[in-house]
């Protein structure tokens, strides 16, 4: 009986160990960091200036709004298009779709970094190629203006996270029982009420897990944004990692980059939160 | 009995690998102790790393046990490359830093240099970039001129003498005159302001900052306000920029304006100075010679207007290896007084030495000389865009201008954002 409760937390310790030393602790000094002013090598404590400083930094609500912004589109986009390919792949099961599966989750395989210059390369270079050789306005200079440069990071993300979406809605309509598809062909259902009655509400647990996959890392965005845009032009496309990087080792306010990191902690939290509940309900 | 053989067998075979690997492991720490030493050498300026490592080469030539082992980052990670390696425990023994901002990161661990027999060849207004709490802990790389750099043979085609460019309405009328012959001399529009790089909208912003300072990089290091006292000049060289300058500017590059651009012609002058030789004639020999010339910006507007000229960059010691702080003393020394090392610094990275009672006619090419002239003159400037506080060139200056370059921000906007963020950014950053 002894060694069996041991036995439970040799398993245990090394993990709570470990866990404790590389997120907990670390987590728990950068508190403390977000009320001193350091710059990495030095620092003093000066209590809640940096946060009563953060709130009237228009860069840092700025960068906070467009990251907001960012979230909800391609938390919406991200989702629809997965989806789409997912019915796409399970609609037939033959050669074709199967090459679908792979070519739609390819990109995920690809670093970010090395999709942001593969974009950039797109954007710049073959949308300027289009630009002369029809004339076309809509190609030209893409990501030398702010609102460009923010879609622009919009389709990168998207392509790069679809894929990975789709496997999960890929899962679970696969989990659908068929029999209650076969009945609703029986009673003359057509296929969009198929979609919208039988898979759809069947669907809600991916959507719970998608929504929250999705909604989490597009707020902590930064290897796209930085090879794509690096927050050009004049760091209208800067999104709040890259904000919270570029304040602590670029302008070496470290103690200040904390406190950012702070607020987009608890942001990030919140937001999870209030989804998971919500989705939750309805999955309930 | 075969079963023990082995077991045998495995043992002595690993007792032999373990005294293998002990032996192994005391000789080279035996090794270690032979008095050699290898200083760690920090650079930031990635274009000249081959040079310095020649020079590593020919000072290791004559001191064969001190070896000396550069790390170079540059472009934008090499300060936060270097506070990694402080973090790390493994601080270099010489580190390039630029600027005081930056100096005042690591003043605890750089030692005063001020008895170097280097330091006391230092050029007089250059020696205050590199004080600490009135410690002299750093010492210029070289000496930078920051102007306008022009294309002769474009110049020359327009009919225009730059040597009769002495104010700004006579510079203006050249800008003028330059524009509306474009077509005939063959050029895309007459400046090359690369306009999406941020270091070169502050080096020209120090035109407009830097006199107030008078040379002293100390007092503009602490000054708690961005200094507007010729915000008009300024202005007036950004507008005049905005409307003659290739299209679109944001879009135009560090290197396509130096090596195509500026290279092949296709404007008549670039915001950039002497450190574009090497790049210069390392595309075509002799070039810098018979096309570079370089002119001021004016900004008091009173004749009295030069070139400013500075360091960007500045060499410390620290004093986190004790042991080899000798041994890095010596090999500054060696750099900035040996002739042979001289020679590399002139001839191959292109420099103009930082250092007082340099014999000018030793200087490659005519402006190389001019420069040296101007900054061991009387009322030479320094520029102090180096000064600005961490990040302000980046995050704030840059920004701003590039909207103004758009018509994105008013003038008056543009200043009330950046004297804002400059006083925002001196207050958190902890220093003096």
Not at chain 1, 238 to 246: H, L, Q, V
Not at chain 2, 104 to 110: G, P
Not at chain 2, 157 to 176: M, Q, R, T
Not at chain 2, 206 to 221: E, I, R
Request: charged share 15%; aromatic share 14%; with cysteine.
């Amino acid at each position: 009986m002894l060694i069996k409760k041991h036995q439970y937390l040799a398993f245990v310790l090394p993990a709570v160990f470990f866990i404790l030393l590389i997120i907990v602790v670390p987590f728990l000094i950068g508190i403390y960091y977000s009320f001193t002013d350091s710059n990495g090598l030095r620092s003093s404590f000066i209590g809640w200036k940096n946060f009563e400083v953060l709130f009237q930094d228009s860069t840092f609500l700025q960068s906070f709004w467009l990251t907001v912004k960012f979230s909800f589109v391609s938390v919406i986009l991200i989702n629809l298009v997965g989806l789409a390919f997912a019915l796409i792949v399970t609609s037939h099961n033959n050669r074709l779709t199967k090459s679908l599966r792979t070519i739609f989750f390819m990109p995920n395989l690809i670093g970010g970094i090395l999709l942001g210059f593969i974009w950039q390369f797109i954007f710049t270079s073959a949308f300027q190629a289009i630009a002369a050789a029809f004339h076309l306005d809509f190609f030209k200079g893409w990501l030398s203006n702010p609102s460009t440069g923010f879609w622009g990071i919009v389709i990168l993300f998207v392509w790069q996270m679809s894929g990975y979406i789709m496997l999960i809605y890929i899962s679970f309509l696969n989990a659908i029982p068929k029999n209650t598809i076969q009945a609703a062909v029986l009673d003359g259902a057509k296929a969009t009420q198929i979609f919208f009655f039988i898979k759809l509400p069947q669907l809600a647990p991916a959507f719970t897990i998608s929504l929250f996959l999705t909604l989490a890392n597009s707020f902590k965005l930064y290897e796209q944004n930085l090879a794509l845009t690096n927050g050009g032009p004049y760091r209208s496309t800067e999104m709040i990692s890259m904000y919270i990087y570029n304040t602590a080792f670029v302008n070496f306010q470290q103690g200040y980059a904390q406190a950012a990191g702070i607020i987009l902690f608890l942001c990030v939290t919140i937001v999870s939160f209030i989804q998971l509940a919500l989705s939750r309900k309805r999955e309930g | 009995m075969k079963k023990r053989f082995f077991k045998i067998a495995k043992l002595t075979f690993m007792l032999s690998l373990s005294l293998i690997v002990l032996t192994c492991c005391s000789f080279s720490s035996q090794k270690g102790k032979n008095s050699k030493i290898t200083l760690n050498f920090f650079n930031q300026k990635p274009e000249i790393t081959a040079q310095y490592q020649k020079l590593a080469r020919m000072y290791h030539a004559k001191h064969p046990n001190v070896n000396i082992q550069i790390t170079t980052s540059g472009q934008g990670g090499g300060a936060a490359a270097l506070q990694a390696k402080f973090a790390s425990g493994e601080a270099p023994d010489i580190i390039m830093l630029g600027g005081l901002p930056e100096i005042d990161r690591y003043k605890d661990h750089l030692i005063n240099l001020k008895d170097l027999k280097a330091s006391k060849n230092i050029v007089p207004n250059l020696v205050s970039g590199g004080i600490s709490n009135k410690r002299m802990v750093g010492i210029p790389v070289d000496l930078e001129a920051y102007g306008w750099s022009y294309n002769k043979a474009v110049f020359a085609k327009a009919g225009i003498d730059a040597s009769k460019i002495n104010n700004y309405s006579e510079f203006l009328k050249a800008v003028e005159k330059l524009n509306s012959e474009k077509k005939k001399i063959g050029i895309d529009a007459v400046f090359g302001f690369n306009g999406a790089d941020t270091n070169s909208i502050a080096s020209v912003s120090a035109q407009f900052t830097s006199l107030p300072y008078n040379n002293n990089l100390v007092k503009a290091f602490k000054s708690k306000t961005f200094p507007w006292k010729y915000e008009r000049q300024m202005k007036n060289y950004y507008d005049l920029v905005k409307k003659y300058n290739v299209q679109p500017i944001l879009s135009v590059k560090y290197d396509p304006s130096v090596q195509d651009l500026f290279f092949n012609g296709k404007v008549a002058m670039i915001p950039q100075g002497n450190w574009i030789i090497p790049t210069l004639d390392g595309l075509e020999k002799g070039y810098v010679q018979k096309n570079l010339g370089m002119l001021p910006f004016f900004v008091k507007n009173d004749g009295t207007d030069r070139l400013l000229t500075g360091s960007s960059w500045y060499l410390g010691i620290t004093k986190d290896h004790p042991k080899r702080q000798k041994a890095a003393k010596d090999f500054i020394n060696w750099m900035y007084t040996s002739k042979e090392a001289e020679n590399v610094i002139i001839n191959e990275m292109r420099f103009v030495p930082a250092t007082k009672n340099f014999d000018v006619s030793r200087l490659p090419d005519d402006l190389s000389k001019q420069i040296y002239r101007i900054g061991t003159s009387k009322n030479a400037q320094s520029p102090v865009h180096k000064q600005y506080p961490n990040g302000f060139t980046n995050q704030a200056l840059g920004p701003y201008i590039q909207r103004y370059f758009v018509n994105g921000i008013s003038w008056k906007e543009l200043k009330k954002e950046t004297s804002a963020k400059y006083r925002q950014l001196r207050e958190i950053q902890s220093g003096e």
